[in-house]
């Protein structure tokens, strides 16, 4: 057995199975990650530079190249799994060009570095986009919200009716986990937006004792401390998974109630037509196929998010751990924008049937809490005695085909007679107030309620949230155009310095 563990000389080329498997798998991310990886190659260049470690000249030729990388699309670029993973694609692209120049770019830092960086400078622009789609999607809630304040509704738990409602009250409902997972993103995005640069394997190098030089020519807001924590981290990367799965799910609990609604039993709502499909069979169906890829996307993160968990458990520093983050978190996040936005586009040109609501709330029985609250504030008896009287009393008018608007005091009374032996003296009363939808709905002043006061409220109030995302997004995104701007400016003046002593 050989005395050297881990460093004995590789003379052989890899296996086939090896390329076709690992080597393919990670080169199948490097167009995601290629802009970053320029990115993060010229700013250890520029470093290197900096400290004098690396020659003048080869600075500004590795630099004059990387530039031109920059510019070049992924699809262009000569990744190959035949070489390795895409950084040792471009460590052979490199060395192609410029010979033993190329090599320069090890010094200080292992391949996985440059990788590490260039995953949380892909991140942290796609955390913003979903940030900025998720406030489009409160948006799209927002503007339904306002428009349906007066529109009755029965609301519903397990598919059944429960209380009179609005559905700009319910559609509304939609806003605040949406608005709580883009604050947990903009938490995870302050996560992204630190730089493991000059963390080494584990523990660091003697060629980069200052490791705030590569952040800020990043545009990175700090560093991770500890060097093993930041070169082999995940957790973060989780709670990103996590929170993109969290908000698609919201998303397809709206989904699945619209499919339910927008079905002939419901019709509730009629989807968009630009948001359906047609069935090629049966000439009557349009179907709500938008819907579906909401909802398949939600058990898609579901199932990512599983897969990362199972994978990230092996022990410490481990490859595997990161390998299939390159392209699984990526992928995740675009799939949760393009899904944010689809059901932001079906929600604003929602089809709202307000009359088949009325017609279903004034047809069913959602005015019984209502009713036992009145027994018990105005006959002054304990609510479990209210609710099996007004109970009694719903079942014996749904036999006679009666409505929860047609019960009267009489009708309570010979219930009351029935379970307590005497009657509750409602007969002849006007029990409109607490049998009339309307009248119920605007009860609900209180801060979070259904009535048009109180709703208004919370639309403001979400409105401006969403606002206030819109804007954070923004900024973010100035910030880092900045720092990828004066990141370029100062390779292209360094460089430019070259041509003119050339002349």
């Not at 991140?123 to 529109?151: I, P, W, Y």
């Not at 109630?257 to 419901?266: A, P």
């Not at 209502?370 to 609510?383: G, Q």
Request: net charge negative.
């Amino acid at each position: 057995m050989s005395d050297v563990t881990g460093a004995a000389a590789v003379t052989g080329a890899p296996a086939r199975e090896l390329i076709e498997s690992g080597f393919a798998l990670e080169n199948a991310d490097a167009p995601l990650l290629h802009h970053g990886l320029n990115l993060a190659d010229i700013a250890h260049v520029i470093d290197l530079r900096g400290r004098r470690v690396v020659p003048e000249d080869a600075a500004r030729q590795l630099l004059t190249l990387l530039l031109e990388v920059y510019v070049t699309p992924a699809d262009d670029f000569p990744y190959d799994p035949s070489y390795g993973e895409a950084y040792n694609s471009r460590e052979h692209y490199f060395a192609s060009r410029l010979g033993d120049v190329a090599g320069w770019l090890h010094a200080g830092r292992p391949r996985r570095e440059a990788t590490r960086l260039a995953l949380r400078l892909l991140l942290r622009r796609q955390l913003v986009e979903l940030v900025e789609d998720a406030a489009g999607f409160v948006d799209s809630v927002v503007g339904q919200a306002a428009a349906h304040a007066e529109t009755l509704m029965p609301d519903q738990t397990y598919l059944q009716q429960a209380q009179p409602s609005t559905f700009g009250h319910y559609v509304l409902s939609f806003a605040y986990p949406t608005l709580r997972d883009a604050r947990r993103l903009l938490d995870g995005l302050a996560w992204v937006d630190t730089s493991p640069g000059g963390a080494g394997c584990v523990n660091g190098s003697r060629l980069l004792e200052d490791r705030t030089v590569i952040a800020g020519l990043l545009g990175f807001d700090g560093v991770i401390e500890h060097t093993r924590d930041a070169m082999w981290q995940v957790d973060g990367l989780i709670n990103i998974l996590a929170t993109t799965a969290s908000m698609l799910s919201n998303q397809s609990k709206l989904a699945e109630d619209l499919e339910i609604w927008s079905s002939g039993e419901f019709d509730y709502v009629d989807l968009d037509s630009g948001y359906t499909r047609s069935s090629v069979l049966m000439p009557q169906k349009r179907n709500p196929y938008s819907l579906s890829i909401v909802r398949g996307a939600s058990g898609i993160l579901i199932g990512r998010l599983s897969g990362f968990l199972a994978v990230v458990k092996s022990p410490s520093a481990r490859s595997d751990n990161l390998i299939f983050a390159y392209g699984e978190v990526p992928r995740s996040l675009d799939l949760a924008c393009r899904v944010t936005r689809l059901m932001s586009g079906v929600v604003r040109t929602l089809h709202v049937n307000a009359s088949r609501m009325a017609d279903a709330l004034t047809s069913g029985f959602t005015q019984a809490t209502d009713l036992a609250e009145h027994i018990v504030t105005v006959c002054r008896i304990d609510y479990r005695t209210a609710y099996l009287i007004v109970g009694r009393t719903v079942r014996e008018a749904a036999a006679k085909g009666l409505r929860g608007v047609d019960i009267t005091g009489e009708m309570l009374d010979n219930a009351s007679i029935e379970l307590e032996g005497r009657p509750l003296g409602l007969a002849g009363h006007d029990l409109t107030p607490v049998l009339d939808p309307r009248l119920i709905v605007l009860t609900r002043s209180a801060q979070g309620g259904a009535a048009p006061e109180a709703l208004a409220a919370m639309v403001e109030s979400c409105r401006a949230e969403a606002g206030a995302l819109h804007a954070e997004a923004a900024r973010w995104k100035d910030t880092f155009d900045a720092a990828e701007e004066a990141l370029l400016a100062e390779a292209r003046a360094i460089t430019d310095d070259t041509q003119e002593v050339a002349s």
